[in-house]
């Protein structure tokens, strides 16, 4: 009888111990890695454009889940809600494997602030003025990237994160009032806690004559029409939507206790960036035109006097 003199490298049955082989040297990344990584990169530069936008790590996730899911860019006006094509821990992994540093505009992660100190506006004279508009976000990793992004300044609203501004300063309050009309814009998941939320806000600001809270969204008929990705938790109580907003549609709601939900970050940065500008500033003036002159001309009448 001949005997092998083939070194085994199975690490011994029964030791749960790497054999020689394994130990020697990692194993080498095989396709589905070197796809994932390149798809990584290219949801980086999509989620970057245009004007090299800050973004989230959660933000690059949903935008990788777009990048490997082309079908979604071509089927994007019929509304639907499809569950992520890439698992949170293995984009996590990839993450990890490729460094963060490297992904330009990455936004490192948010940190909650320190006991007792809160989120406040930094700004002095912050208080001394009225405040017209406020915006507060259920995330604070997406405050954190709409402030990286100067949304704060081009819309003159502060942006703060609800678990660190509520309950609200009194003198941010009494700027609100002073600007007669002031709206607190709130930023929410379509979730159960998310849709609630202007609810809680309108009821820790209390009774502050003038000022109003305005959802800005997310609703379930958003992440339809969007084609958001979705999760999908427990299935709630029939008692849960007692107090749910009622402007929620039967479908919404049904949808809502069905334990569905989507995150304000699977909206692509660039329209999350243009859709709170929008929201938050208003509507914008007309803009003079040649033809609107003509138009004035016409209802003046000719030779008519100026009155000013």
Known sequence: MSTSTTPRTDGGAGTGLPGP?????????????RLLDLAIGRAAARAADPGAL???????????????SPASRLLRRVPRTPAPVLRLPSFTRALDARGRATVPGLLPATVPPAEGSGSRPSEPDL?????????????????????????HLEAACPILAVADALPLDPRLVAALERADGATVHVLHDASPEGVTLPARVRAALGPVPGVRVSSLGLVPRHVSTLRLPTGRGPALAPAAGADWPAAL?????????????????????????????????GPRPPRDSMWGELSGLRTAGFMTWPTA
């Open 127 to 151: 208080y001394d003025y009225g405040l017209p508009r406020l915006l507060l976000c259920q995330d604070r990793s997406i405050a954190a990237m709409l402030l990286a992004n100067h949304v």
């Open 249 to 281: 549609r039967p479908r919404e709601a049904a949808w809502l206790a069905r334990g569905r939900f989507a995150e304000v970050a699977a909206v692509p940065p660039a329209r999350l960036v243009r859709t709170v500008l929008r929201l938050s500033r």
């Open 54 to 68: 800050r973004f989230t790590e959660r933000q690059l996730y949903y935008e990788t889940c777009r990048v490997l």
């Open 21 to 33: 082989a394994s130990a020697a040297r990692p194993a080498a990344p095989g396709f589905g890695d």
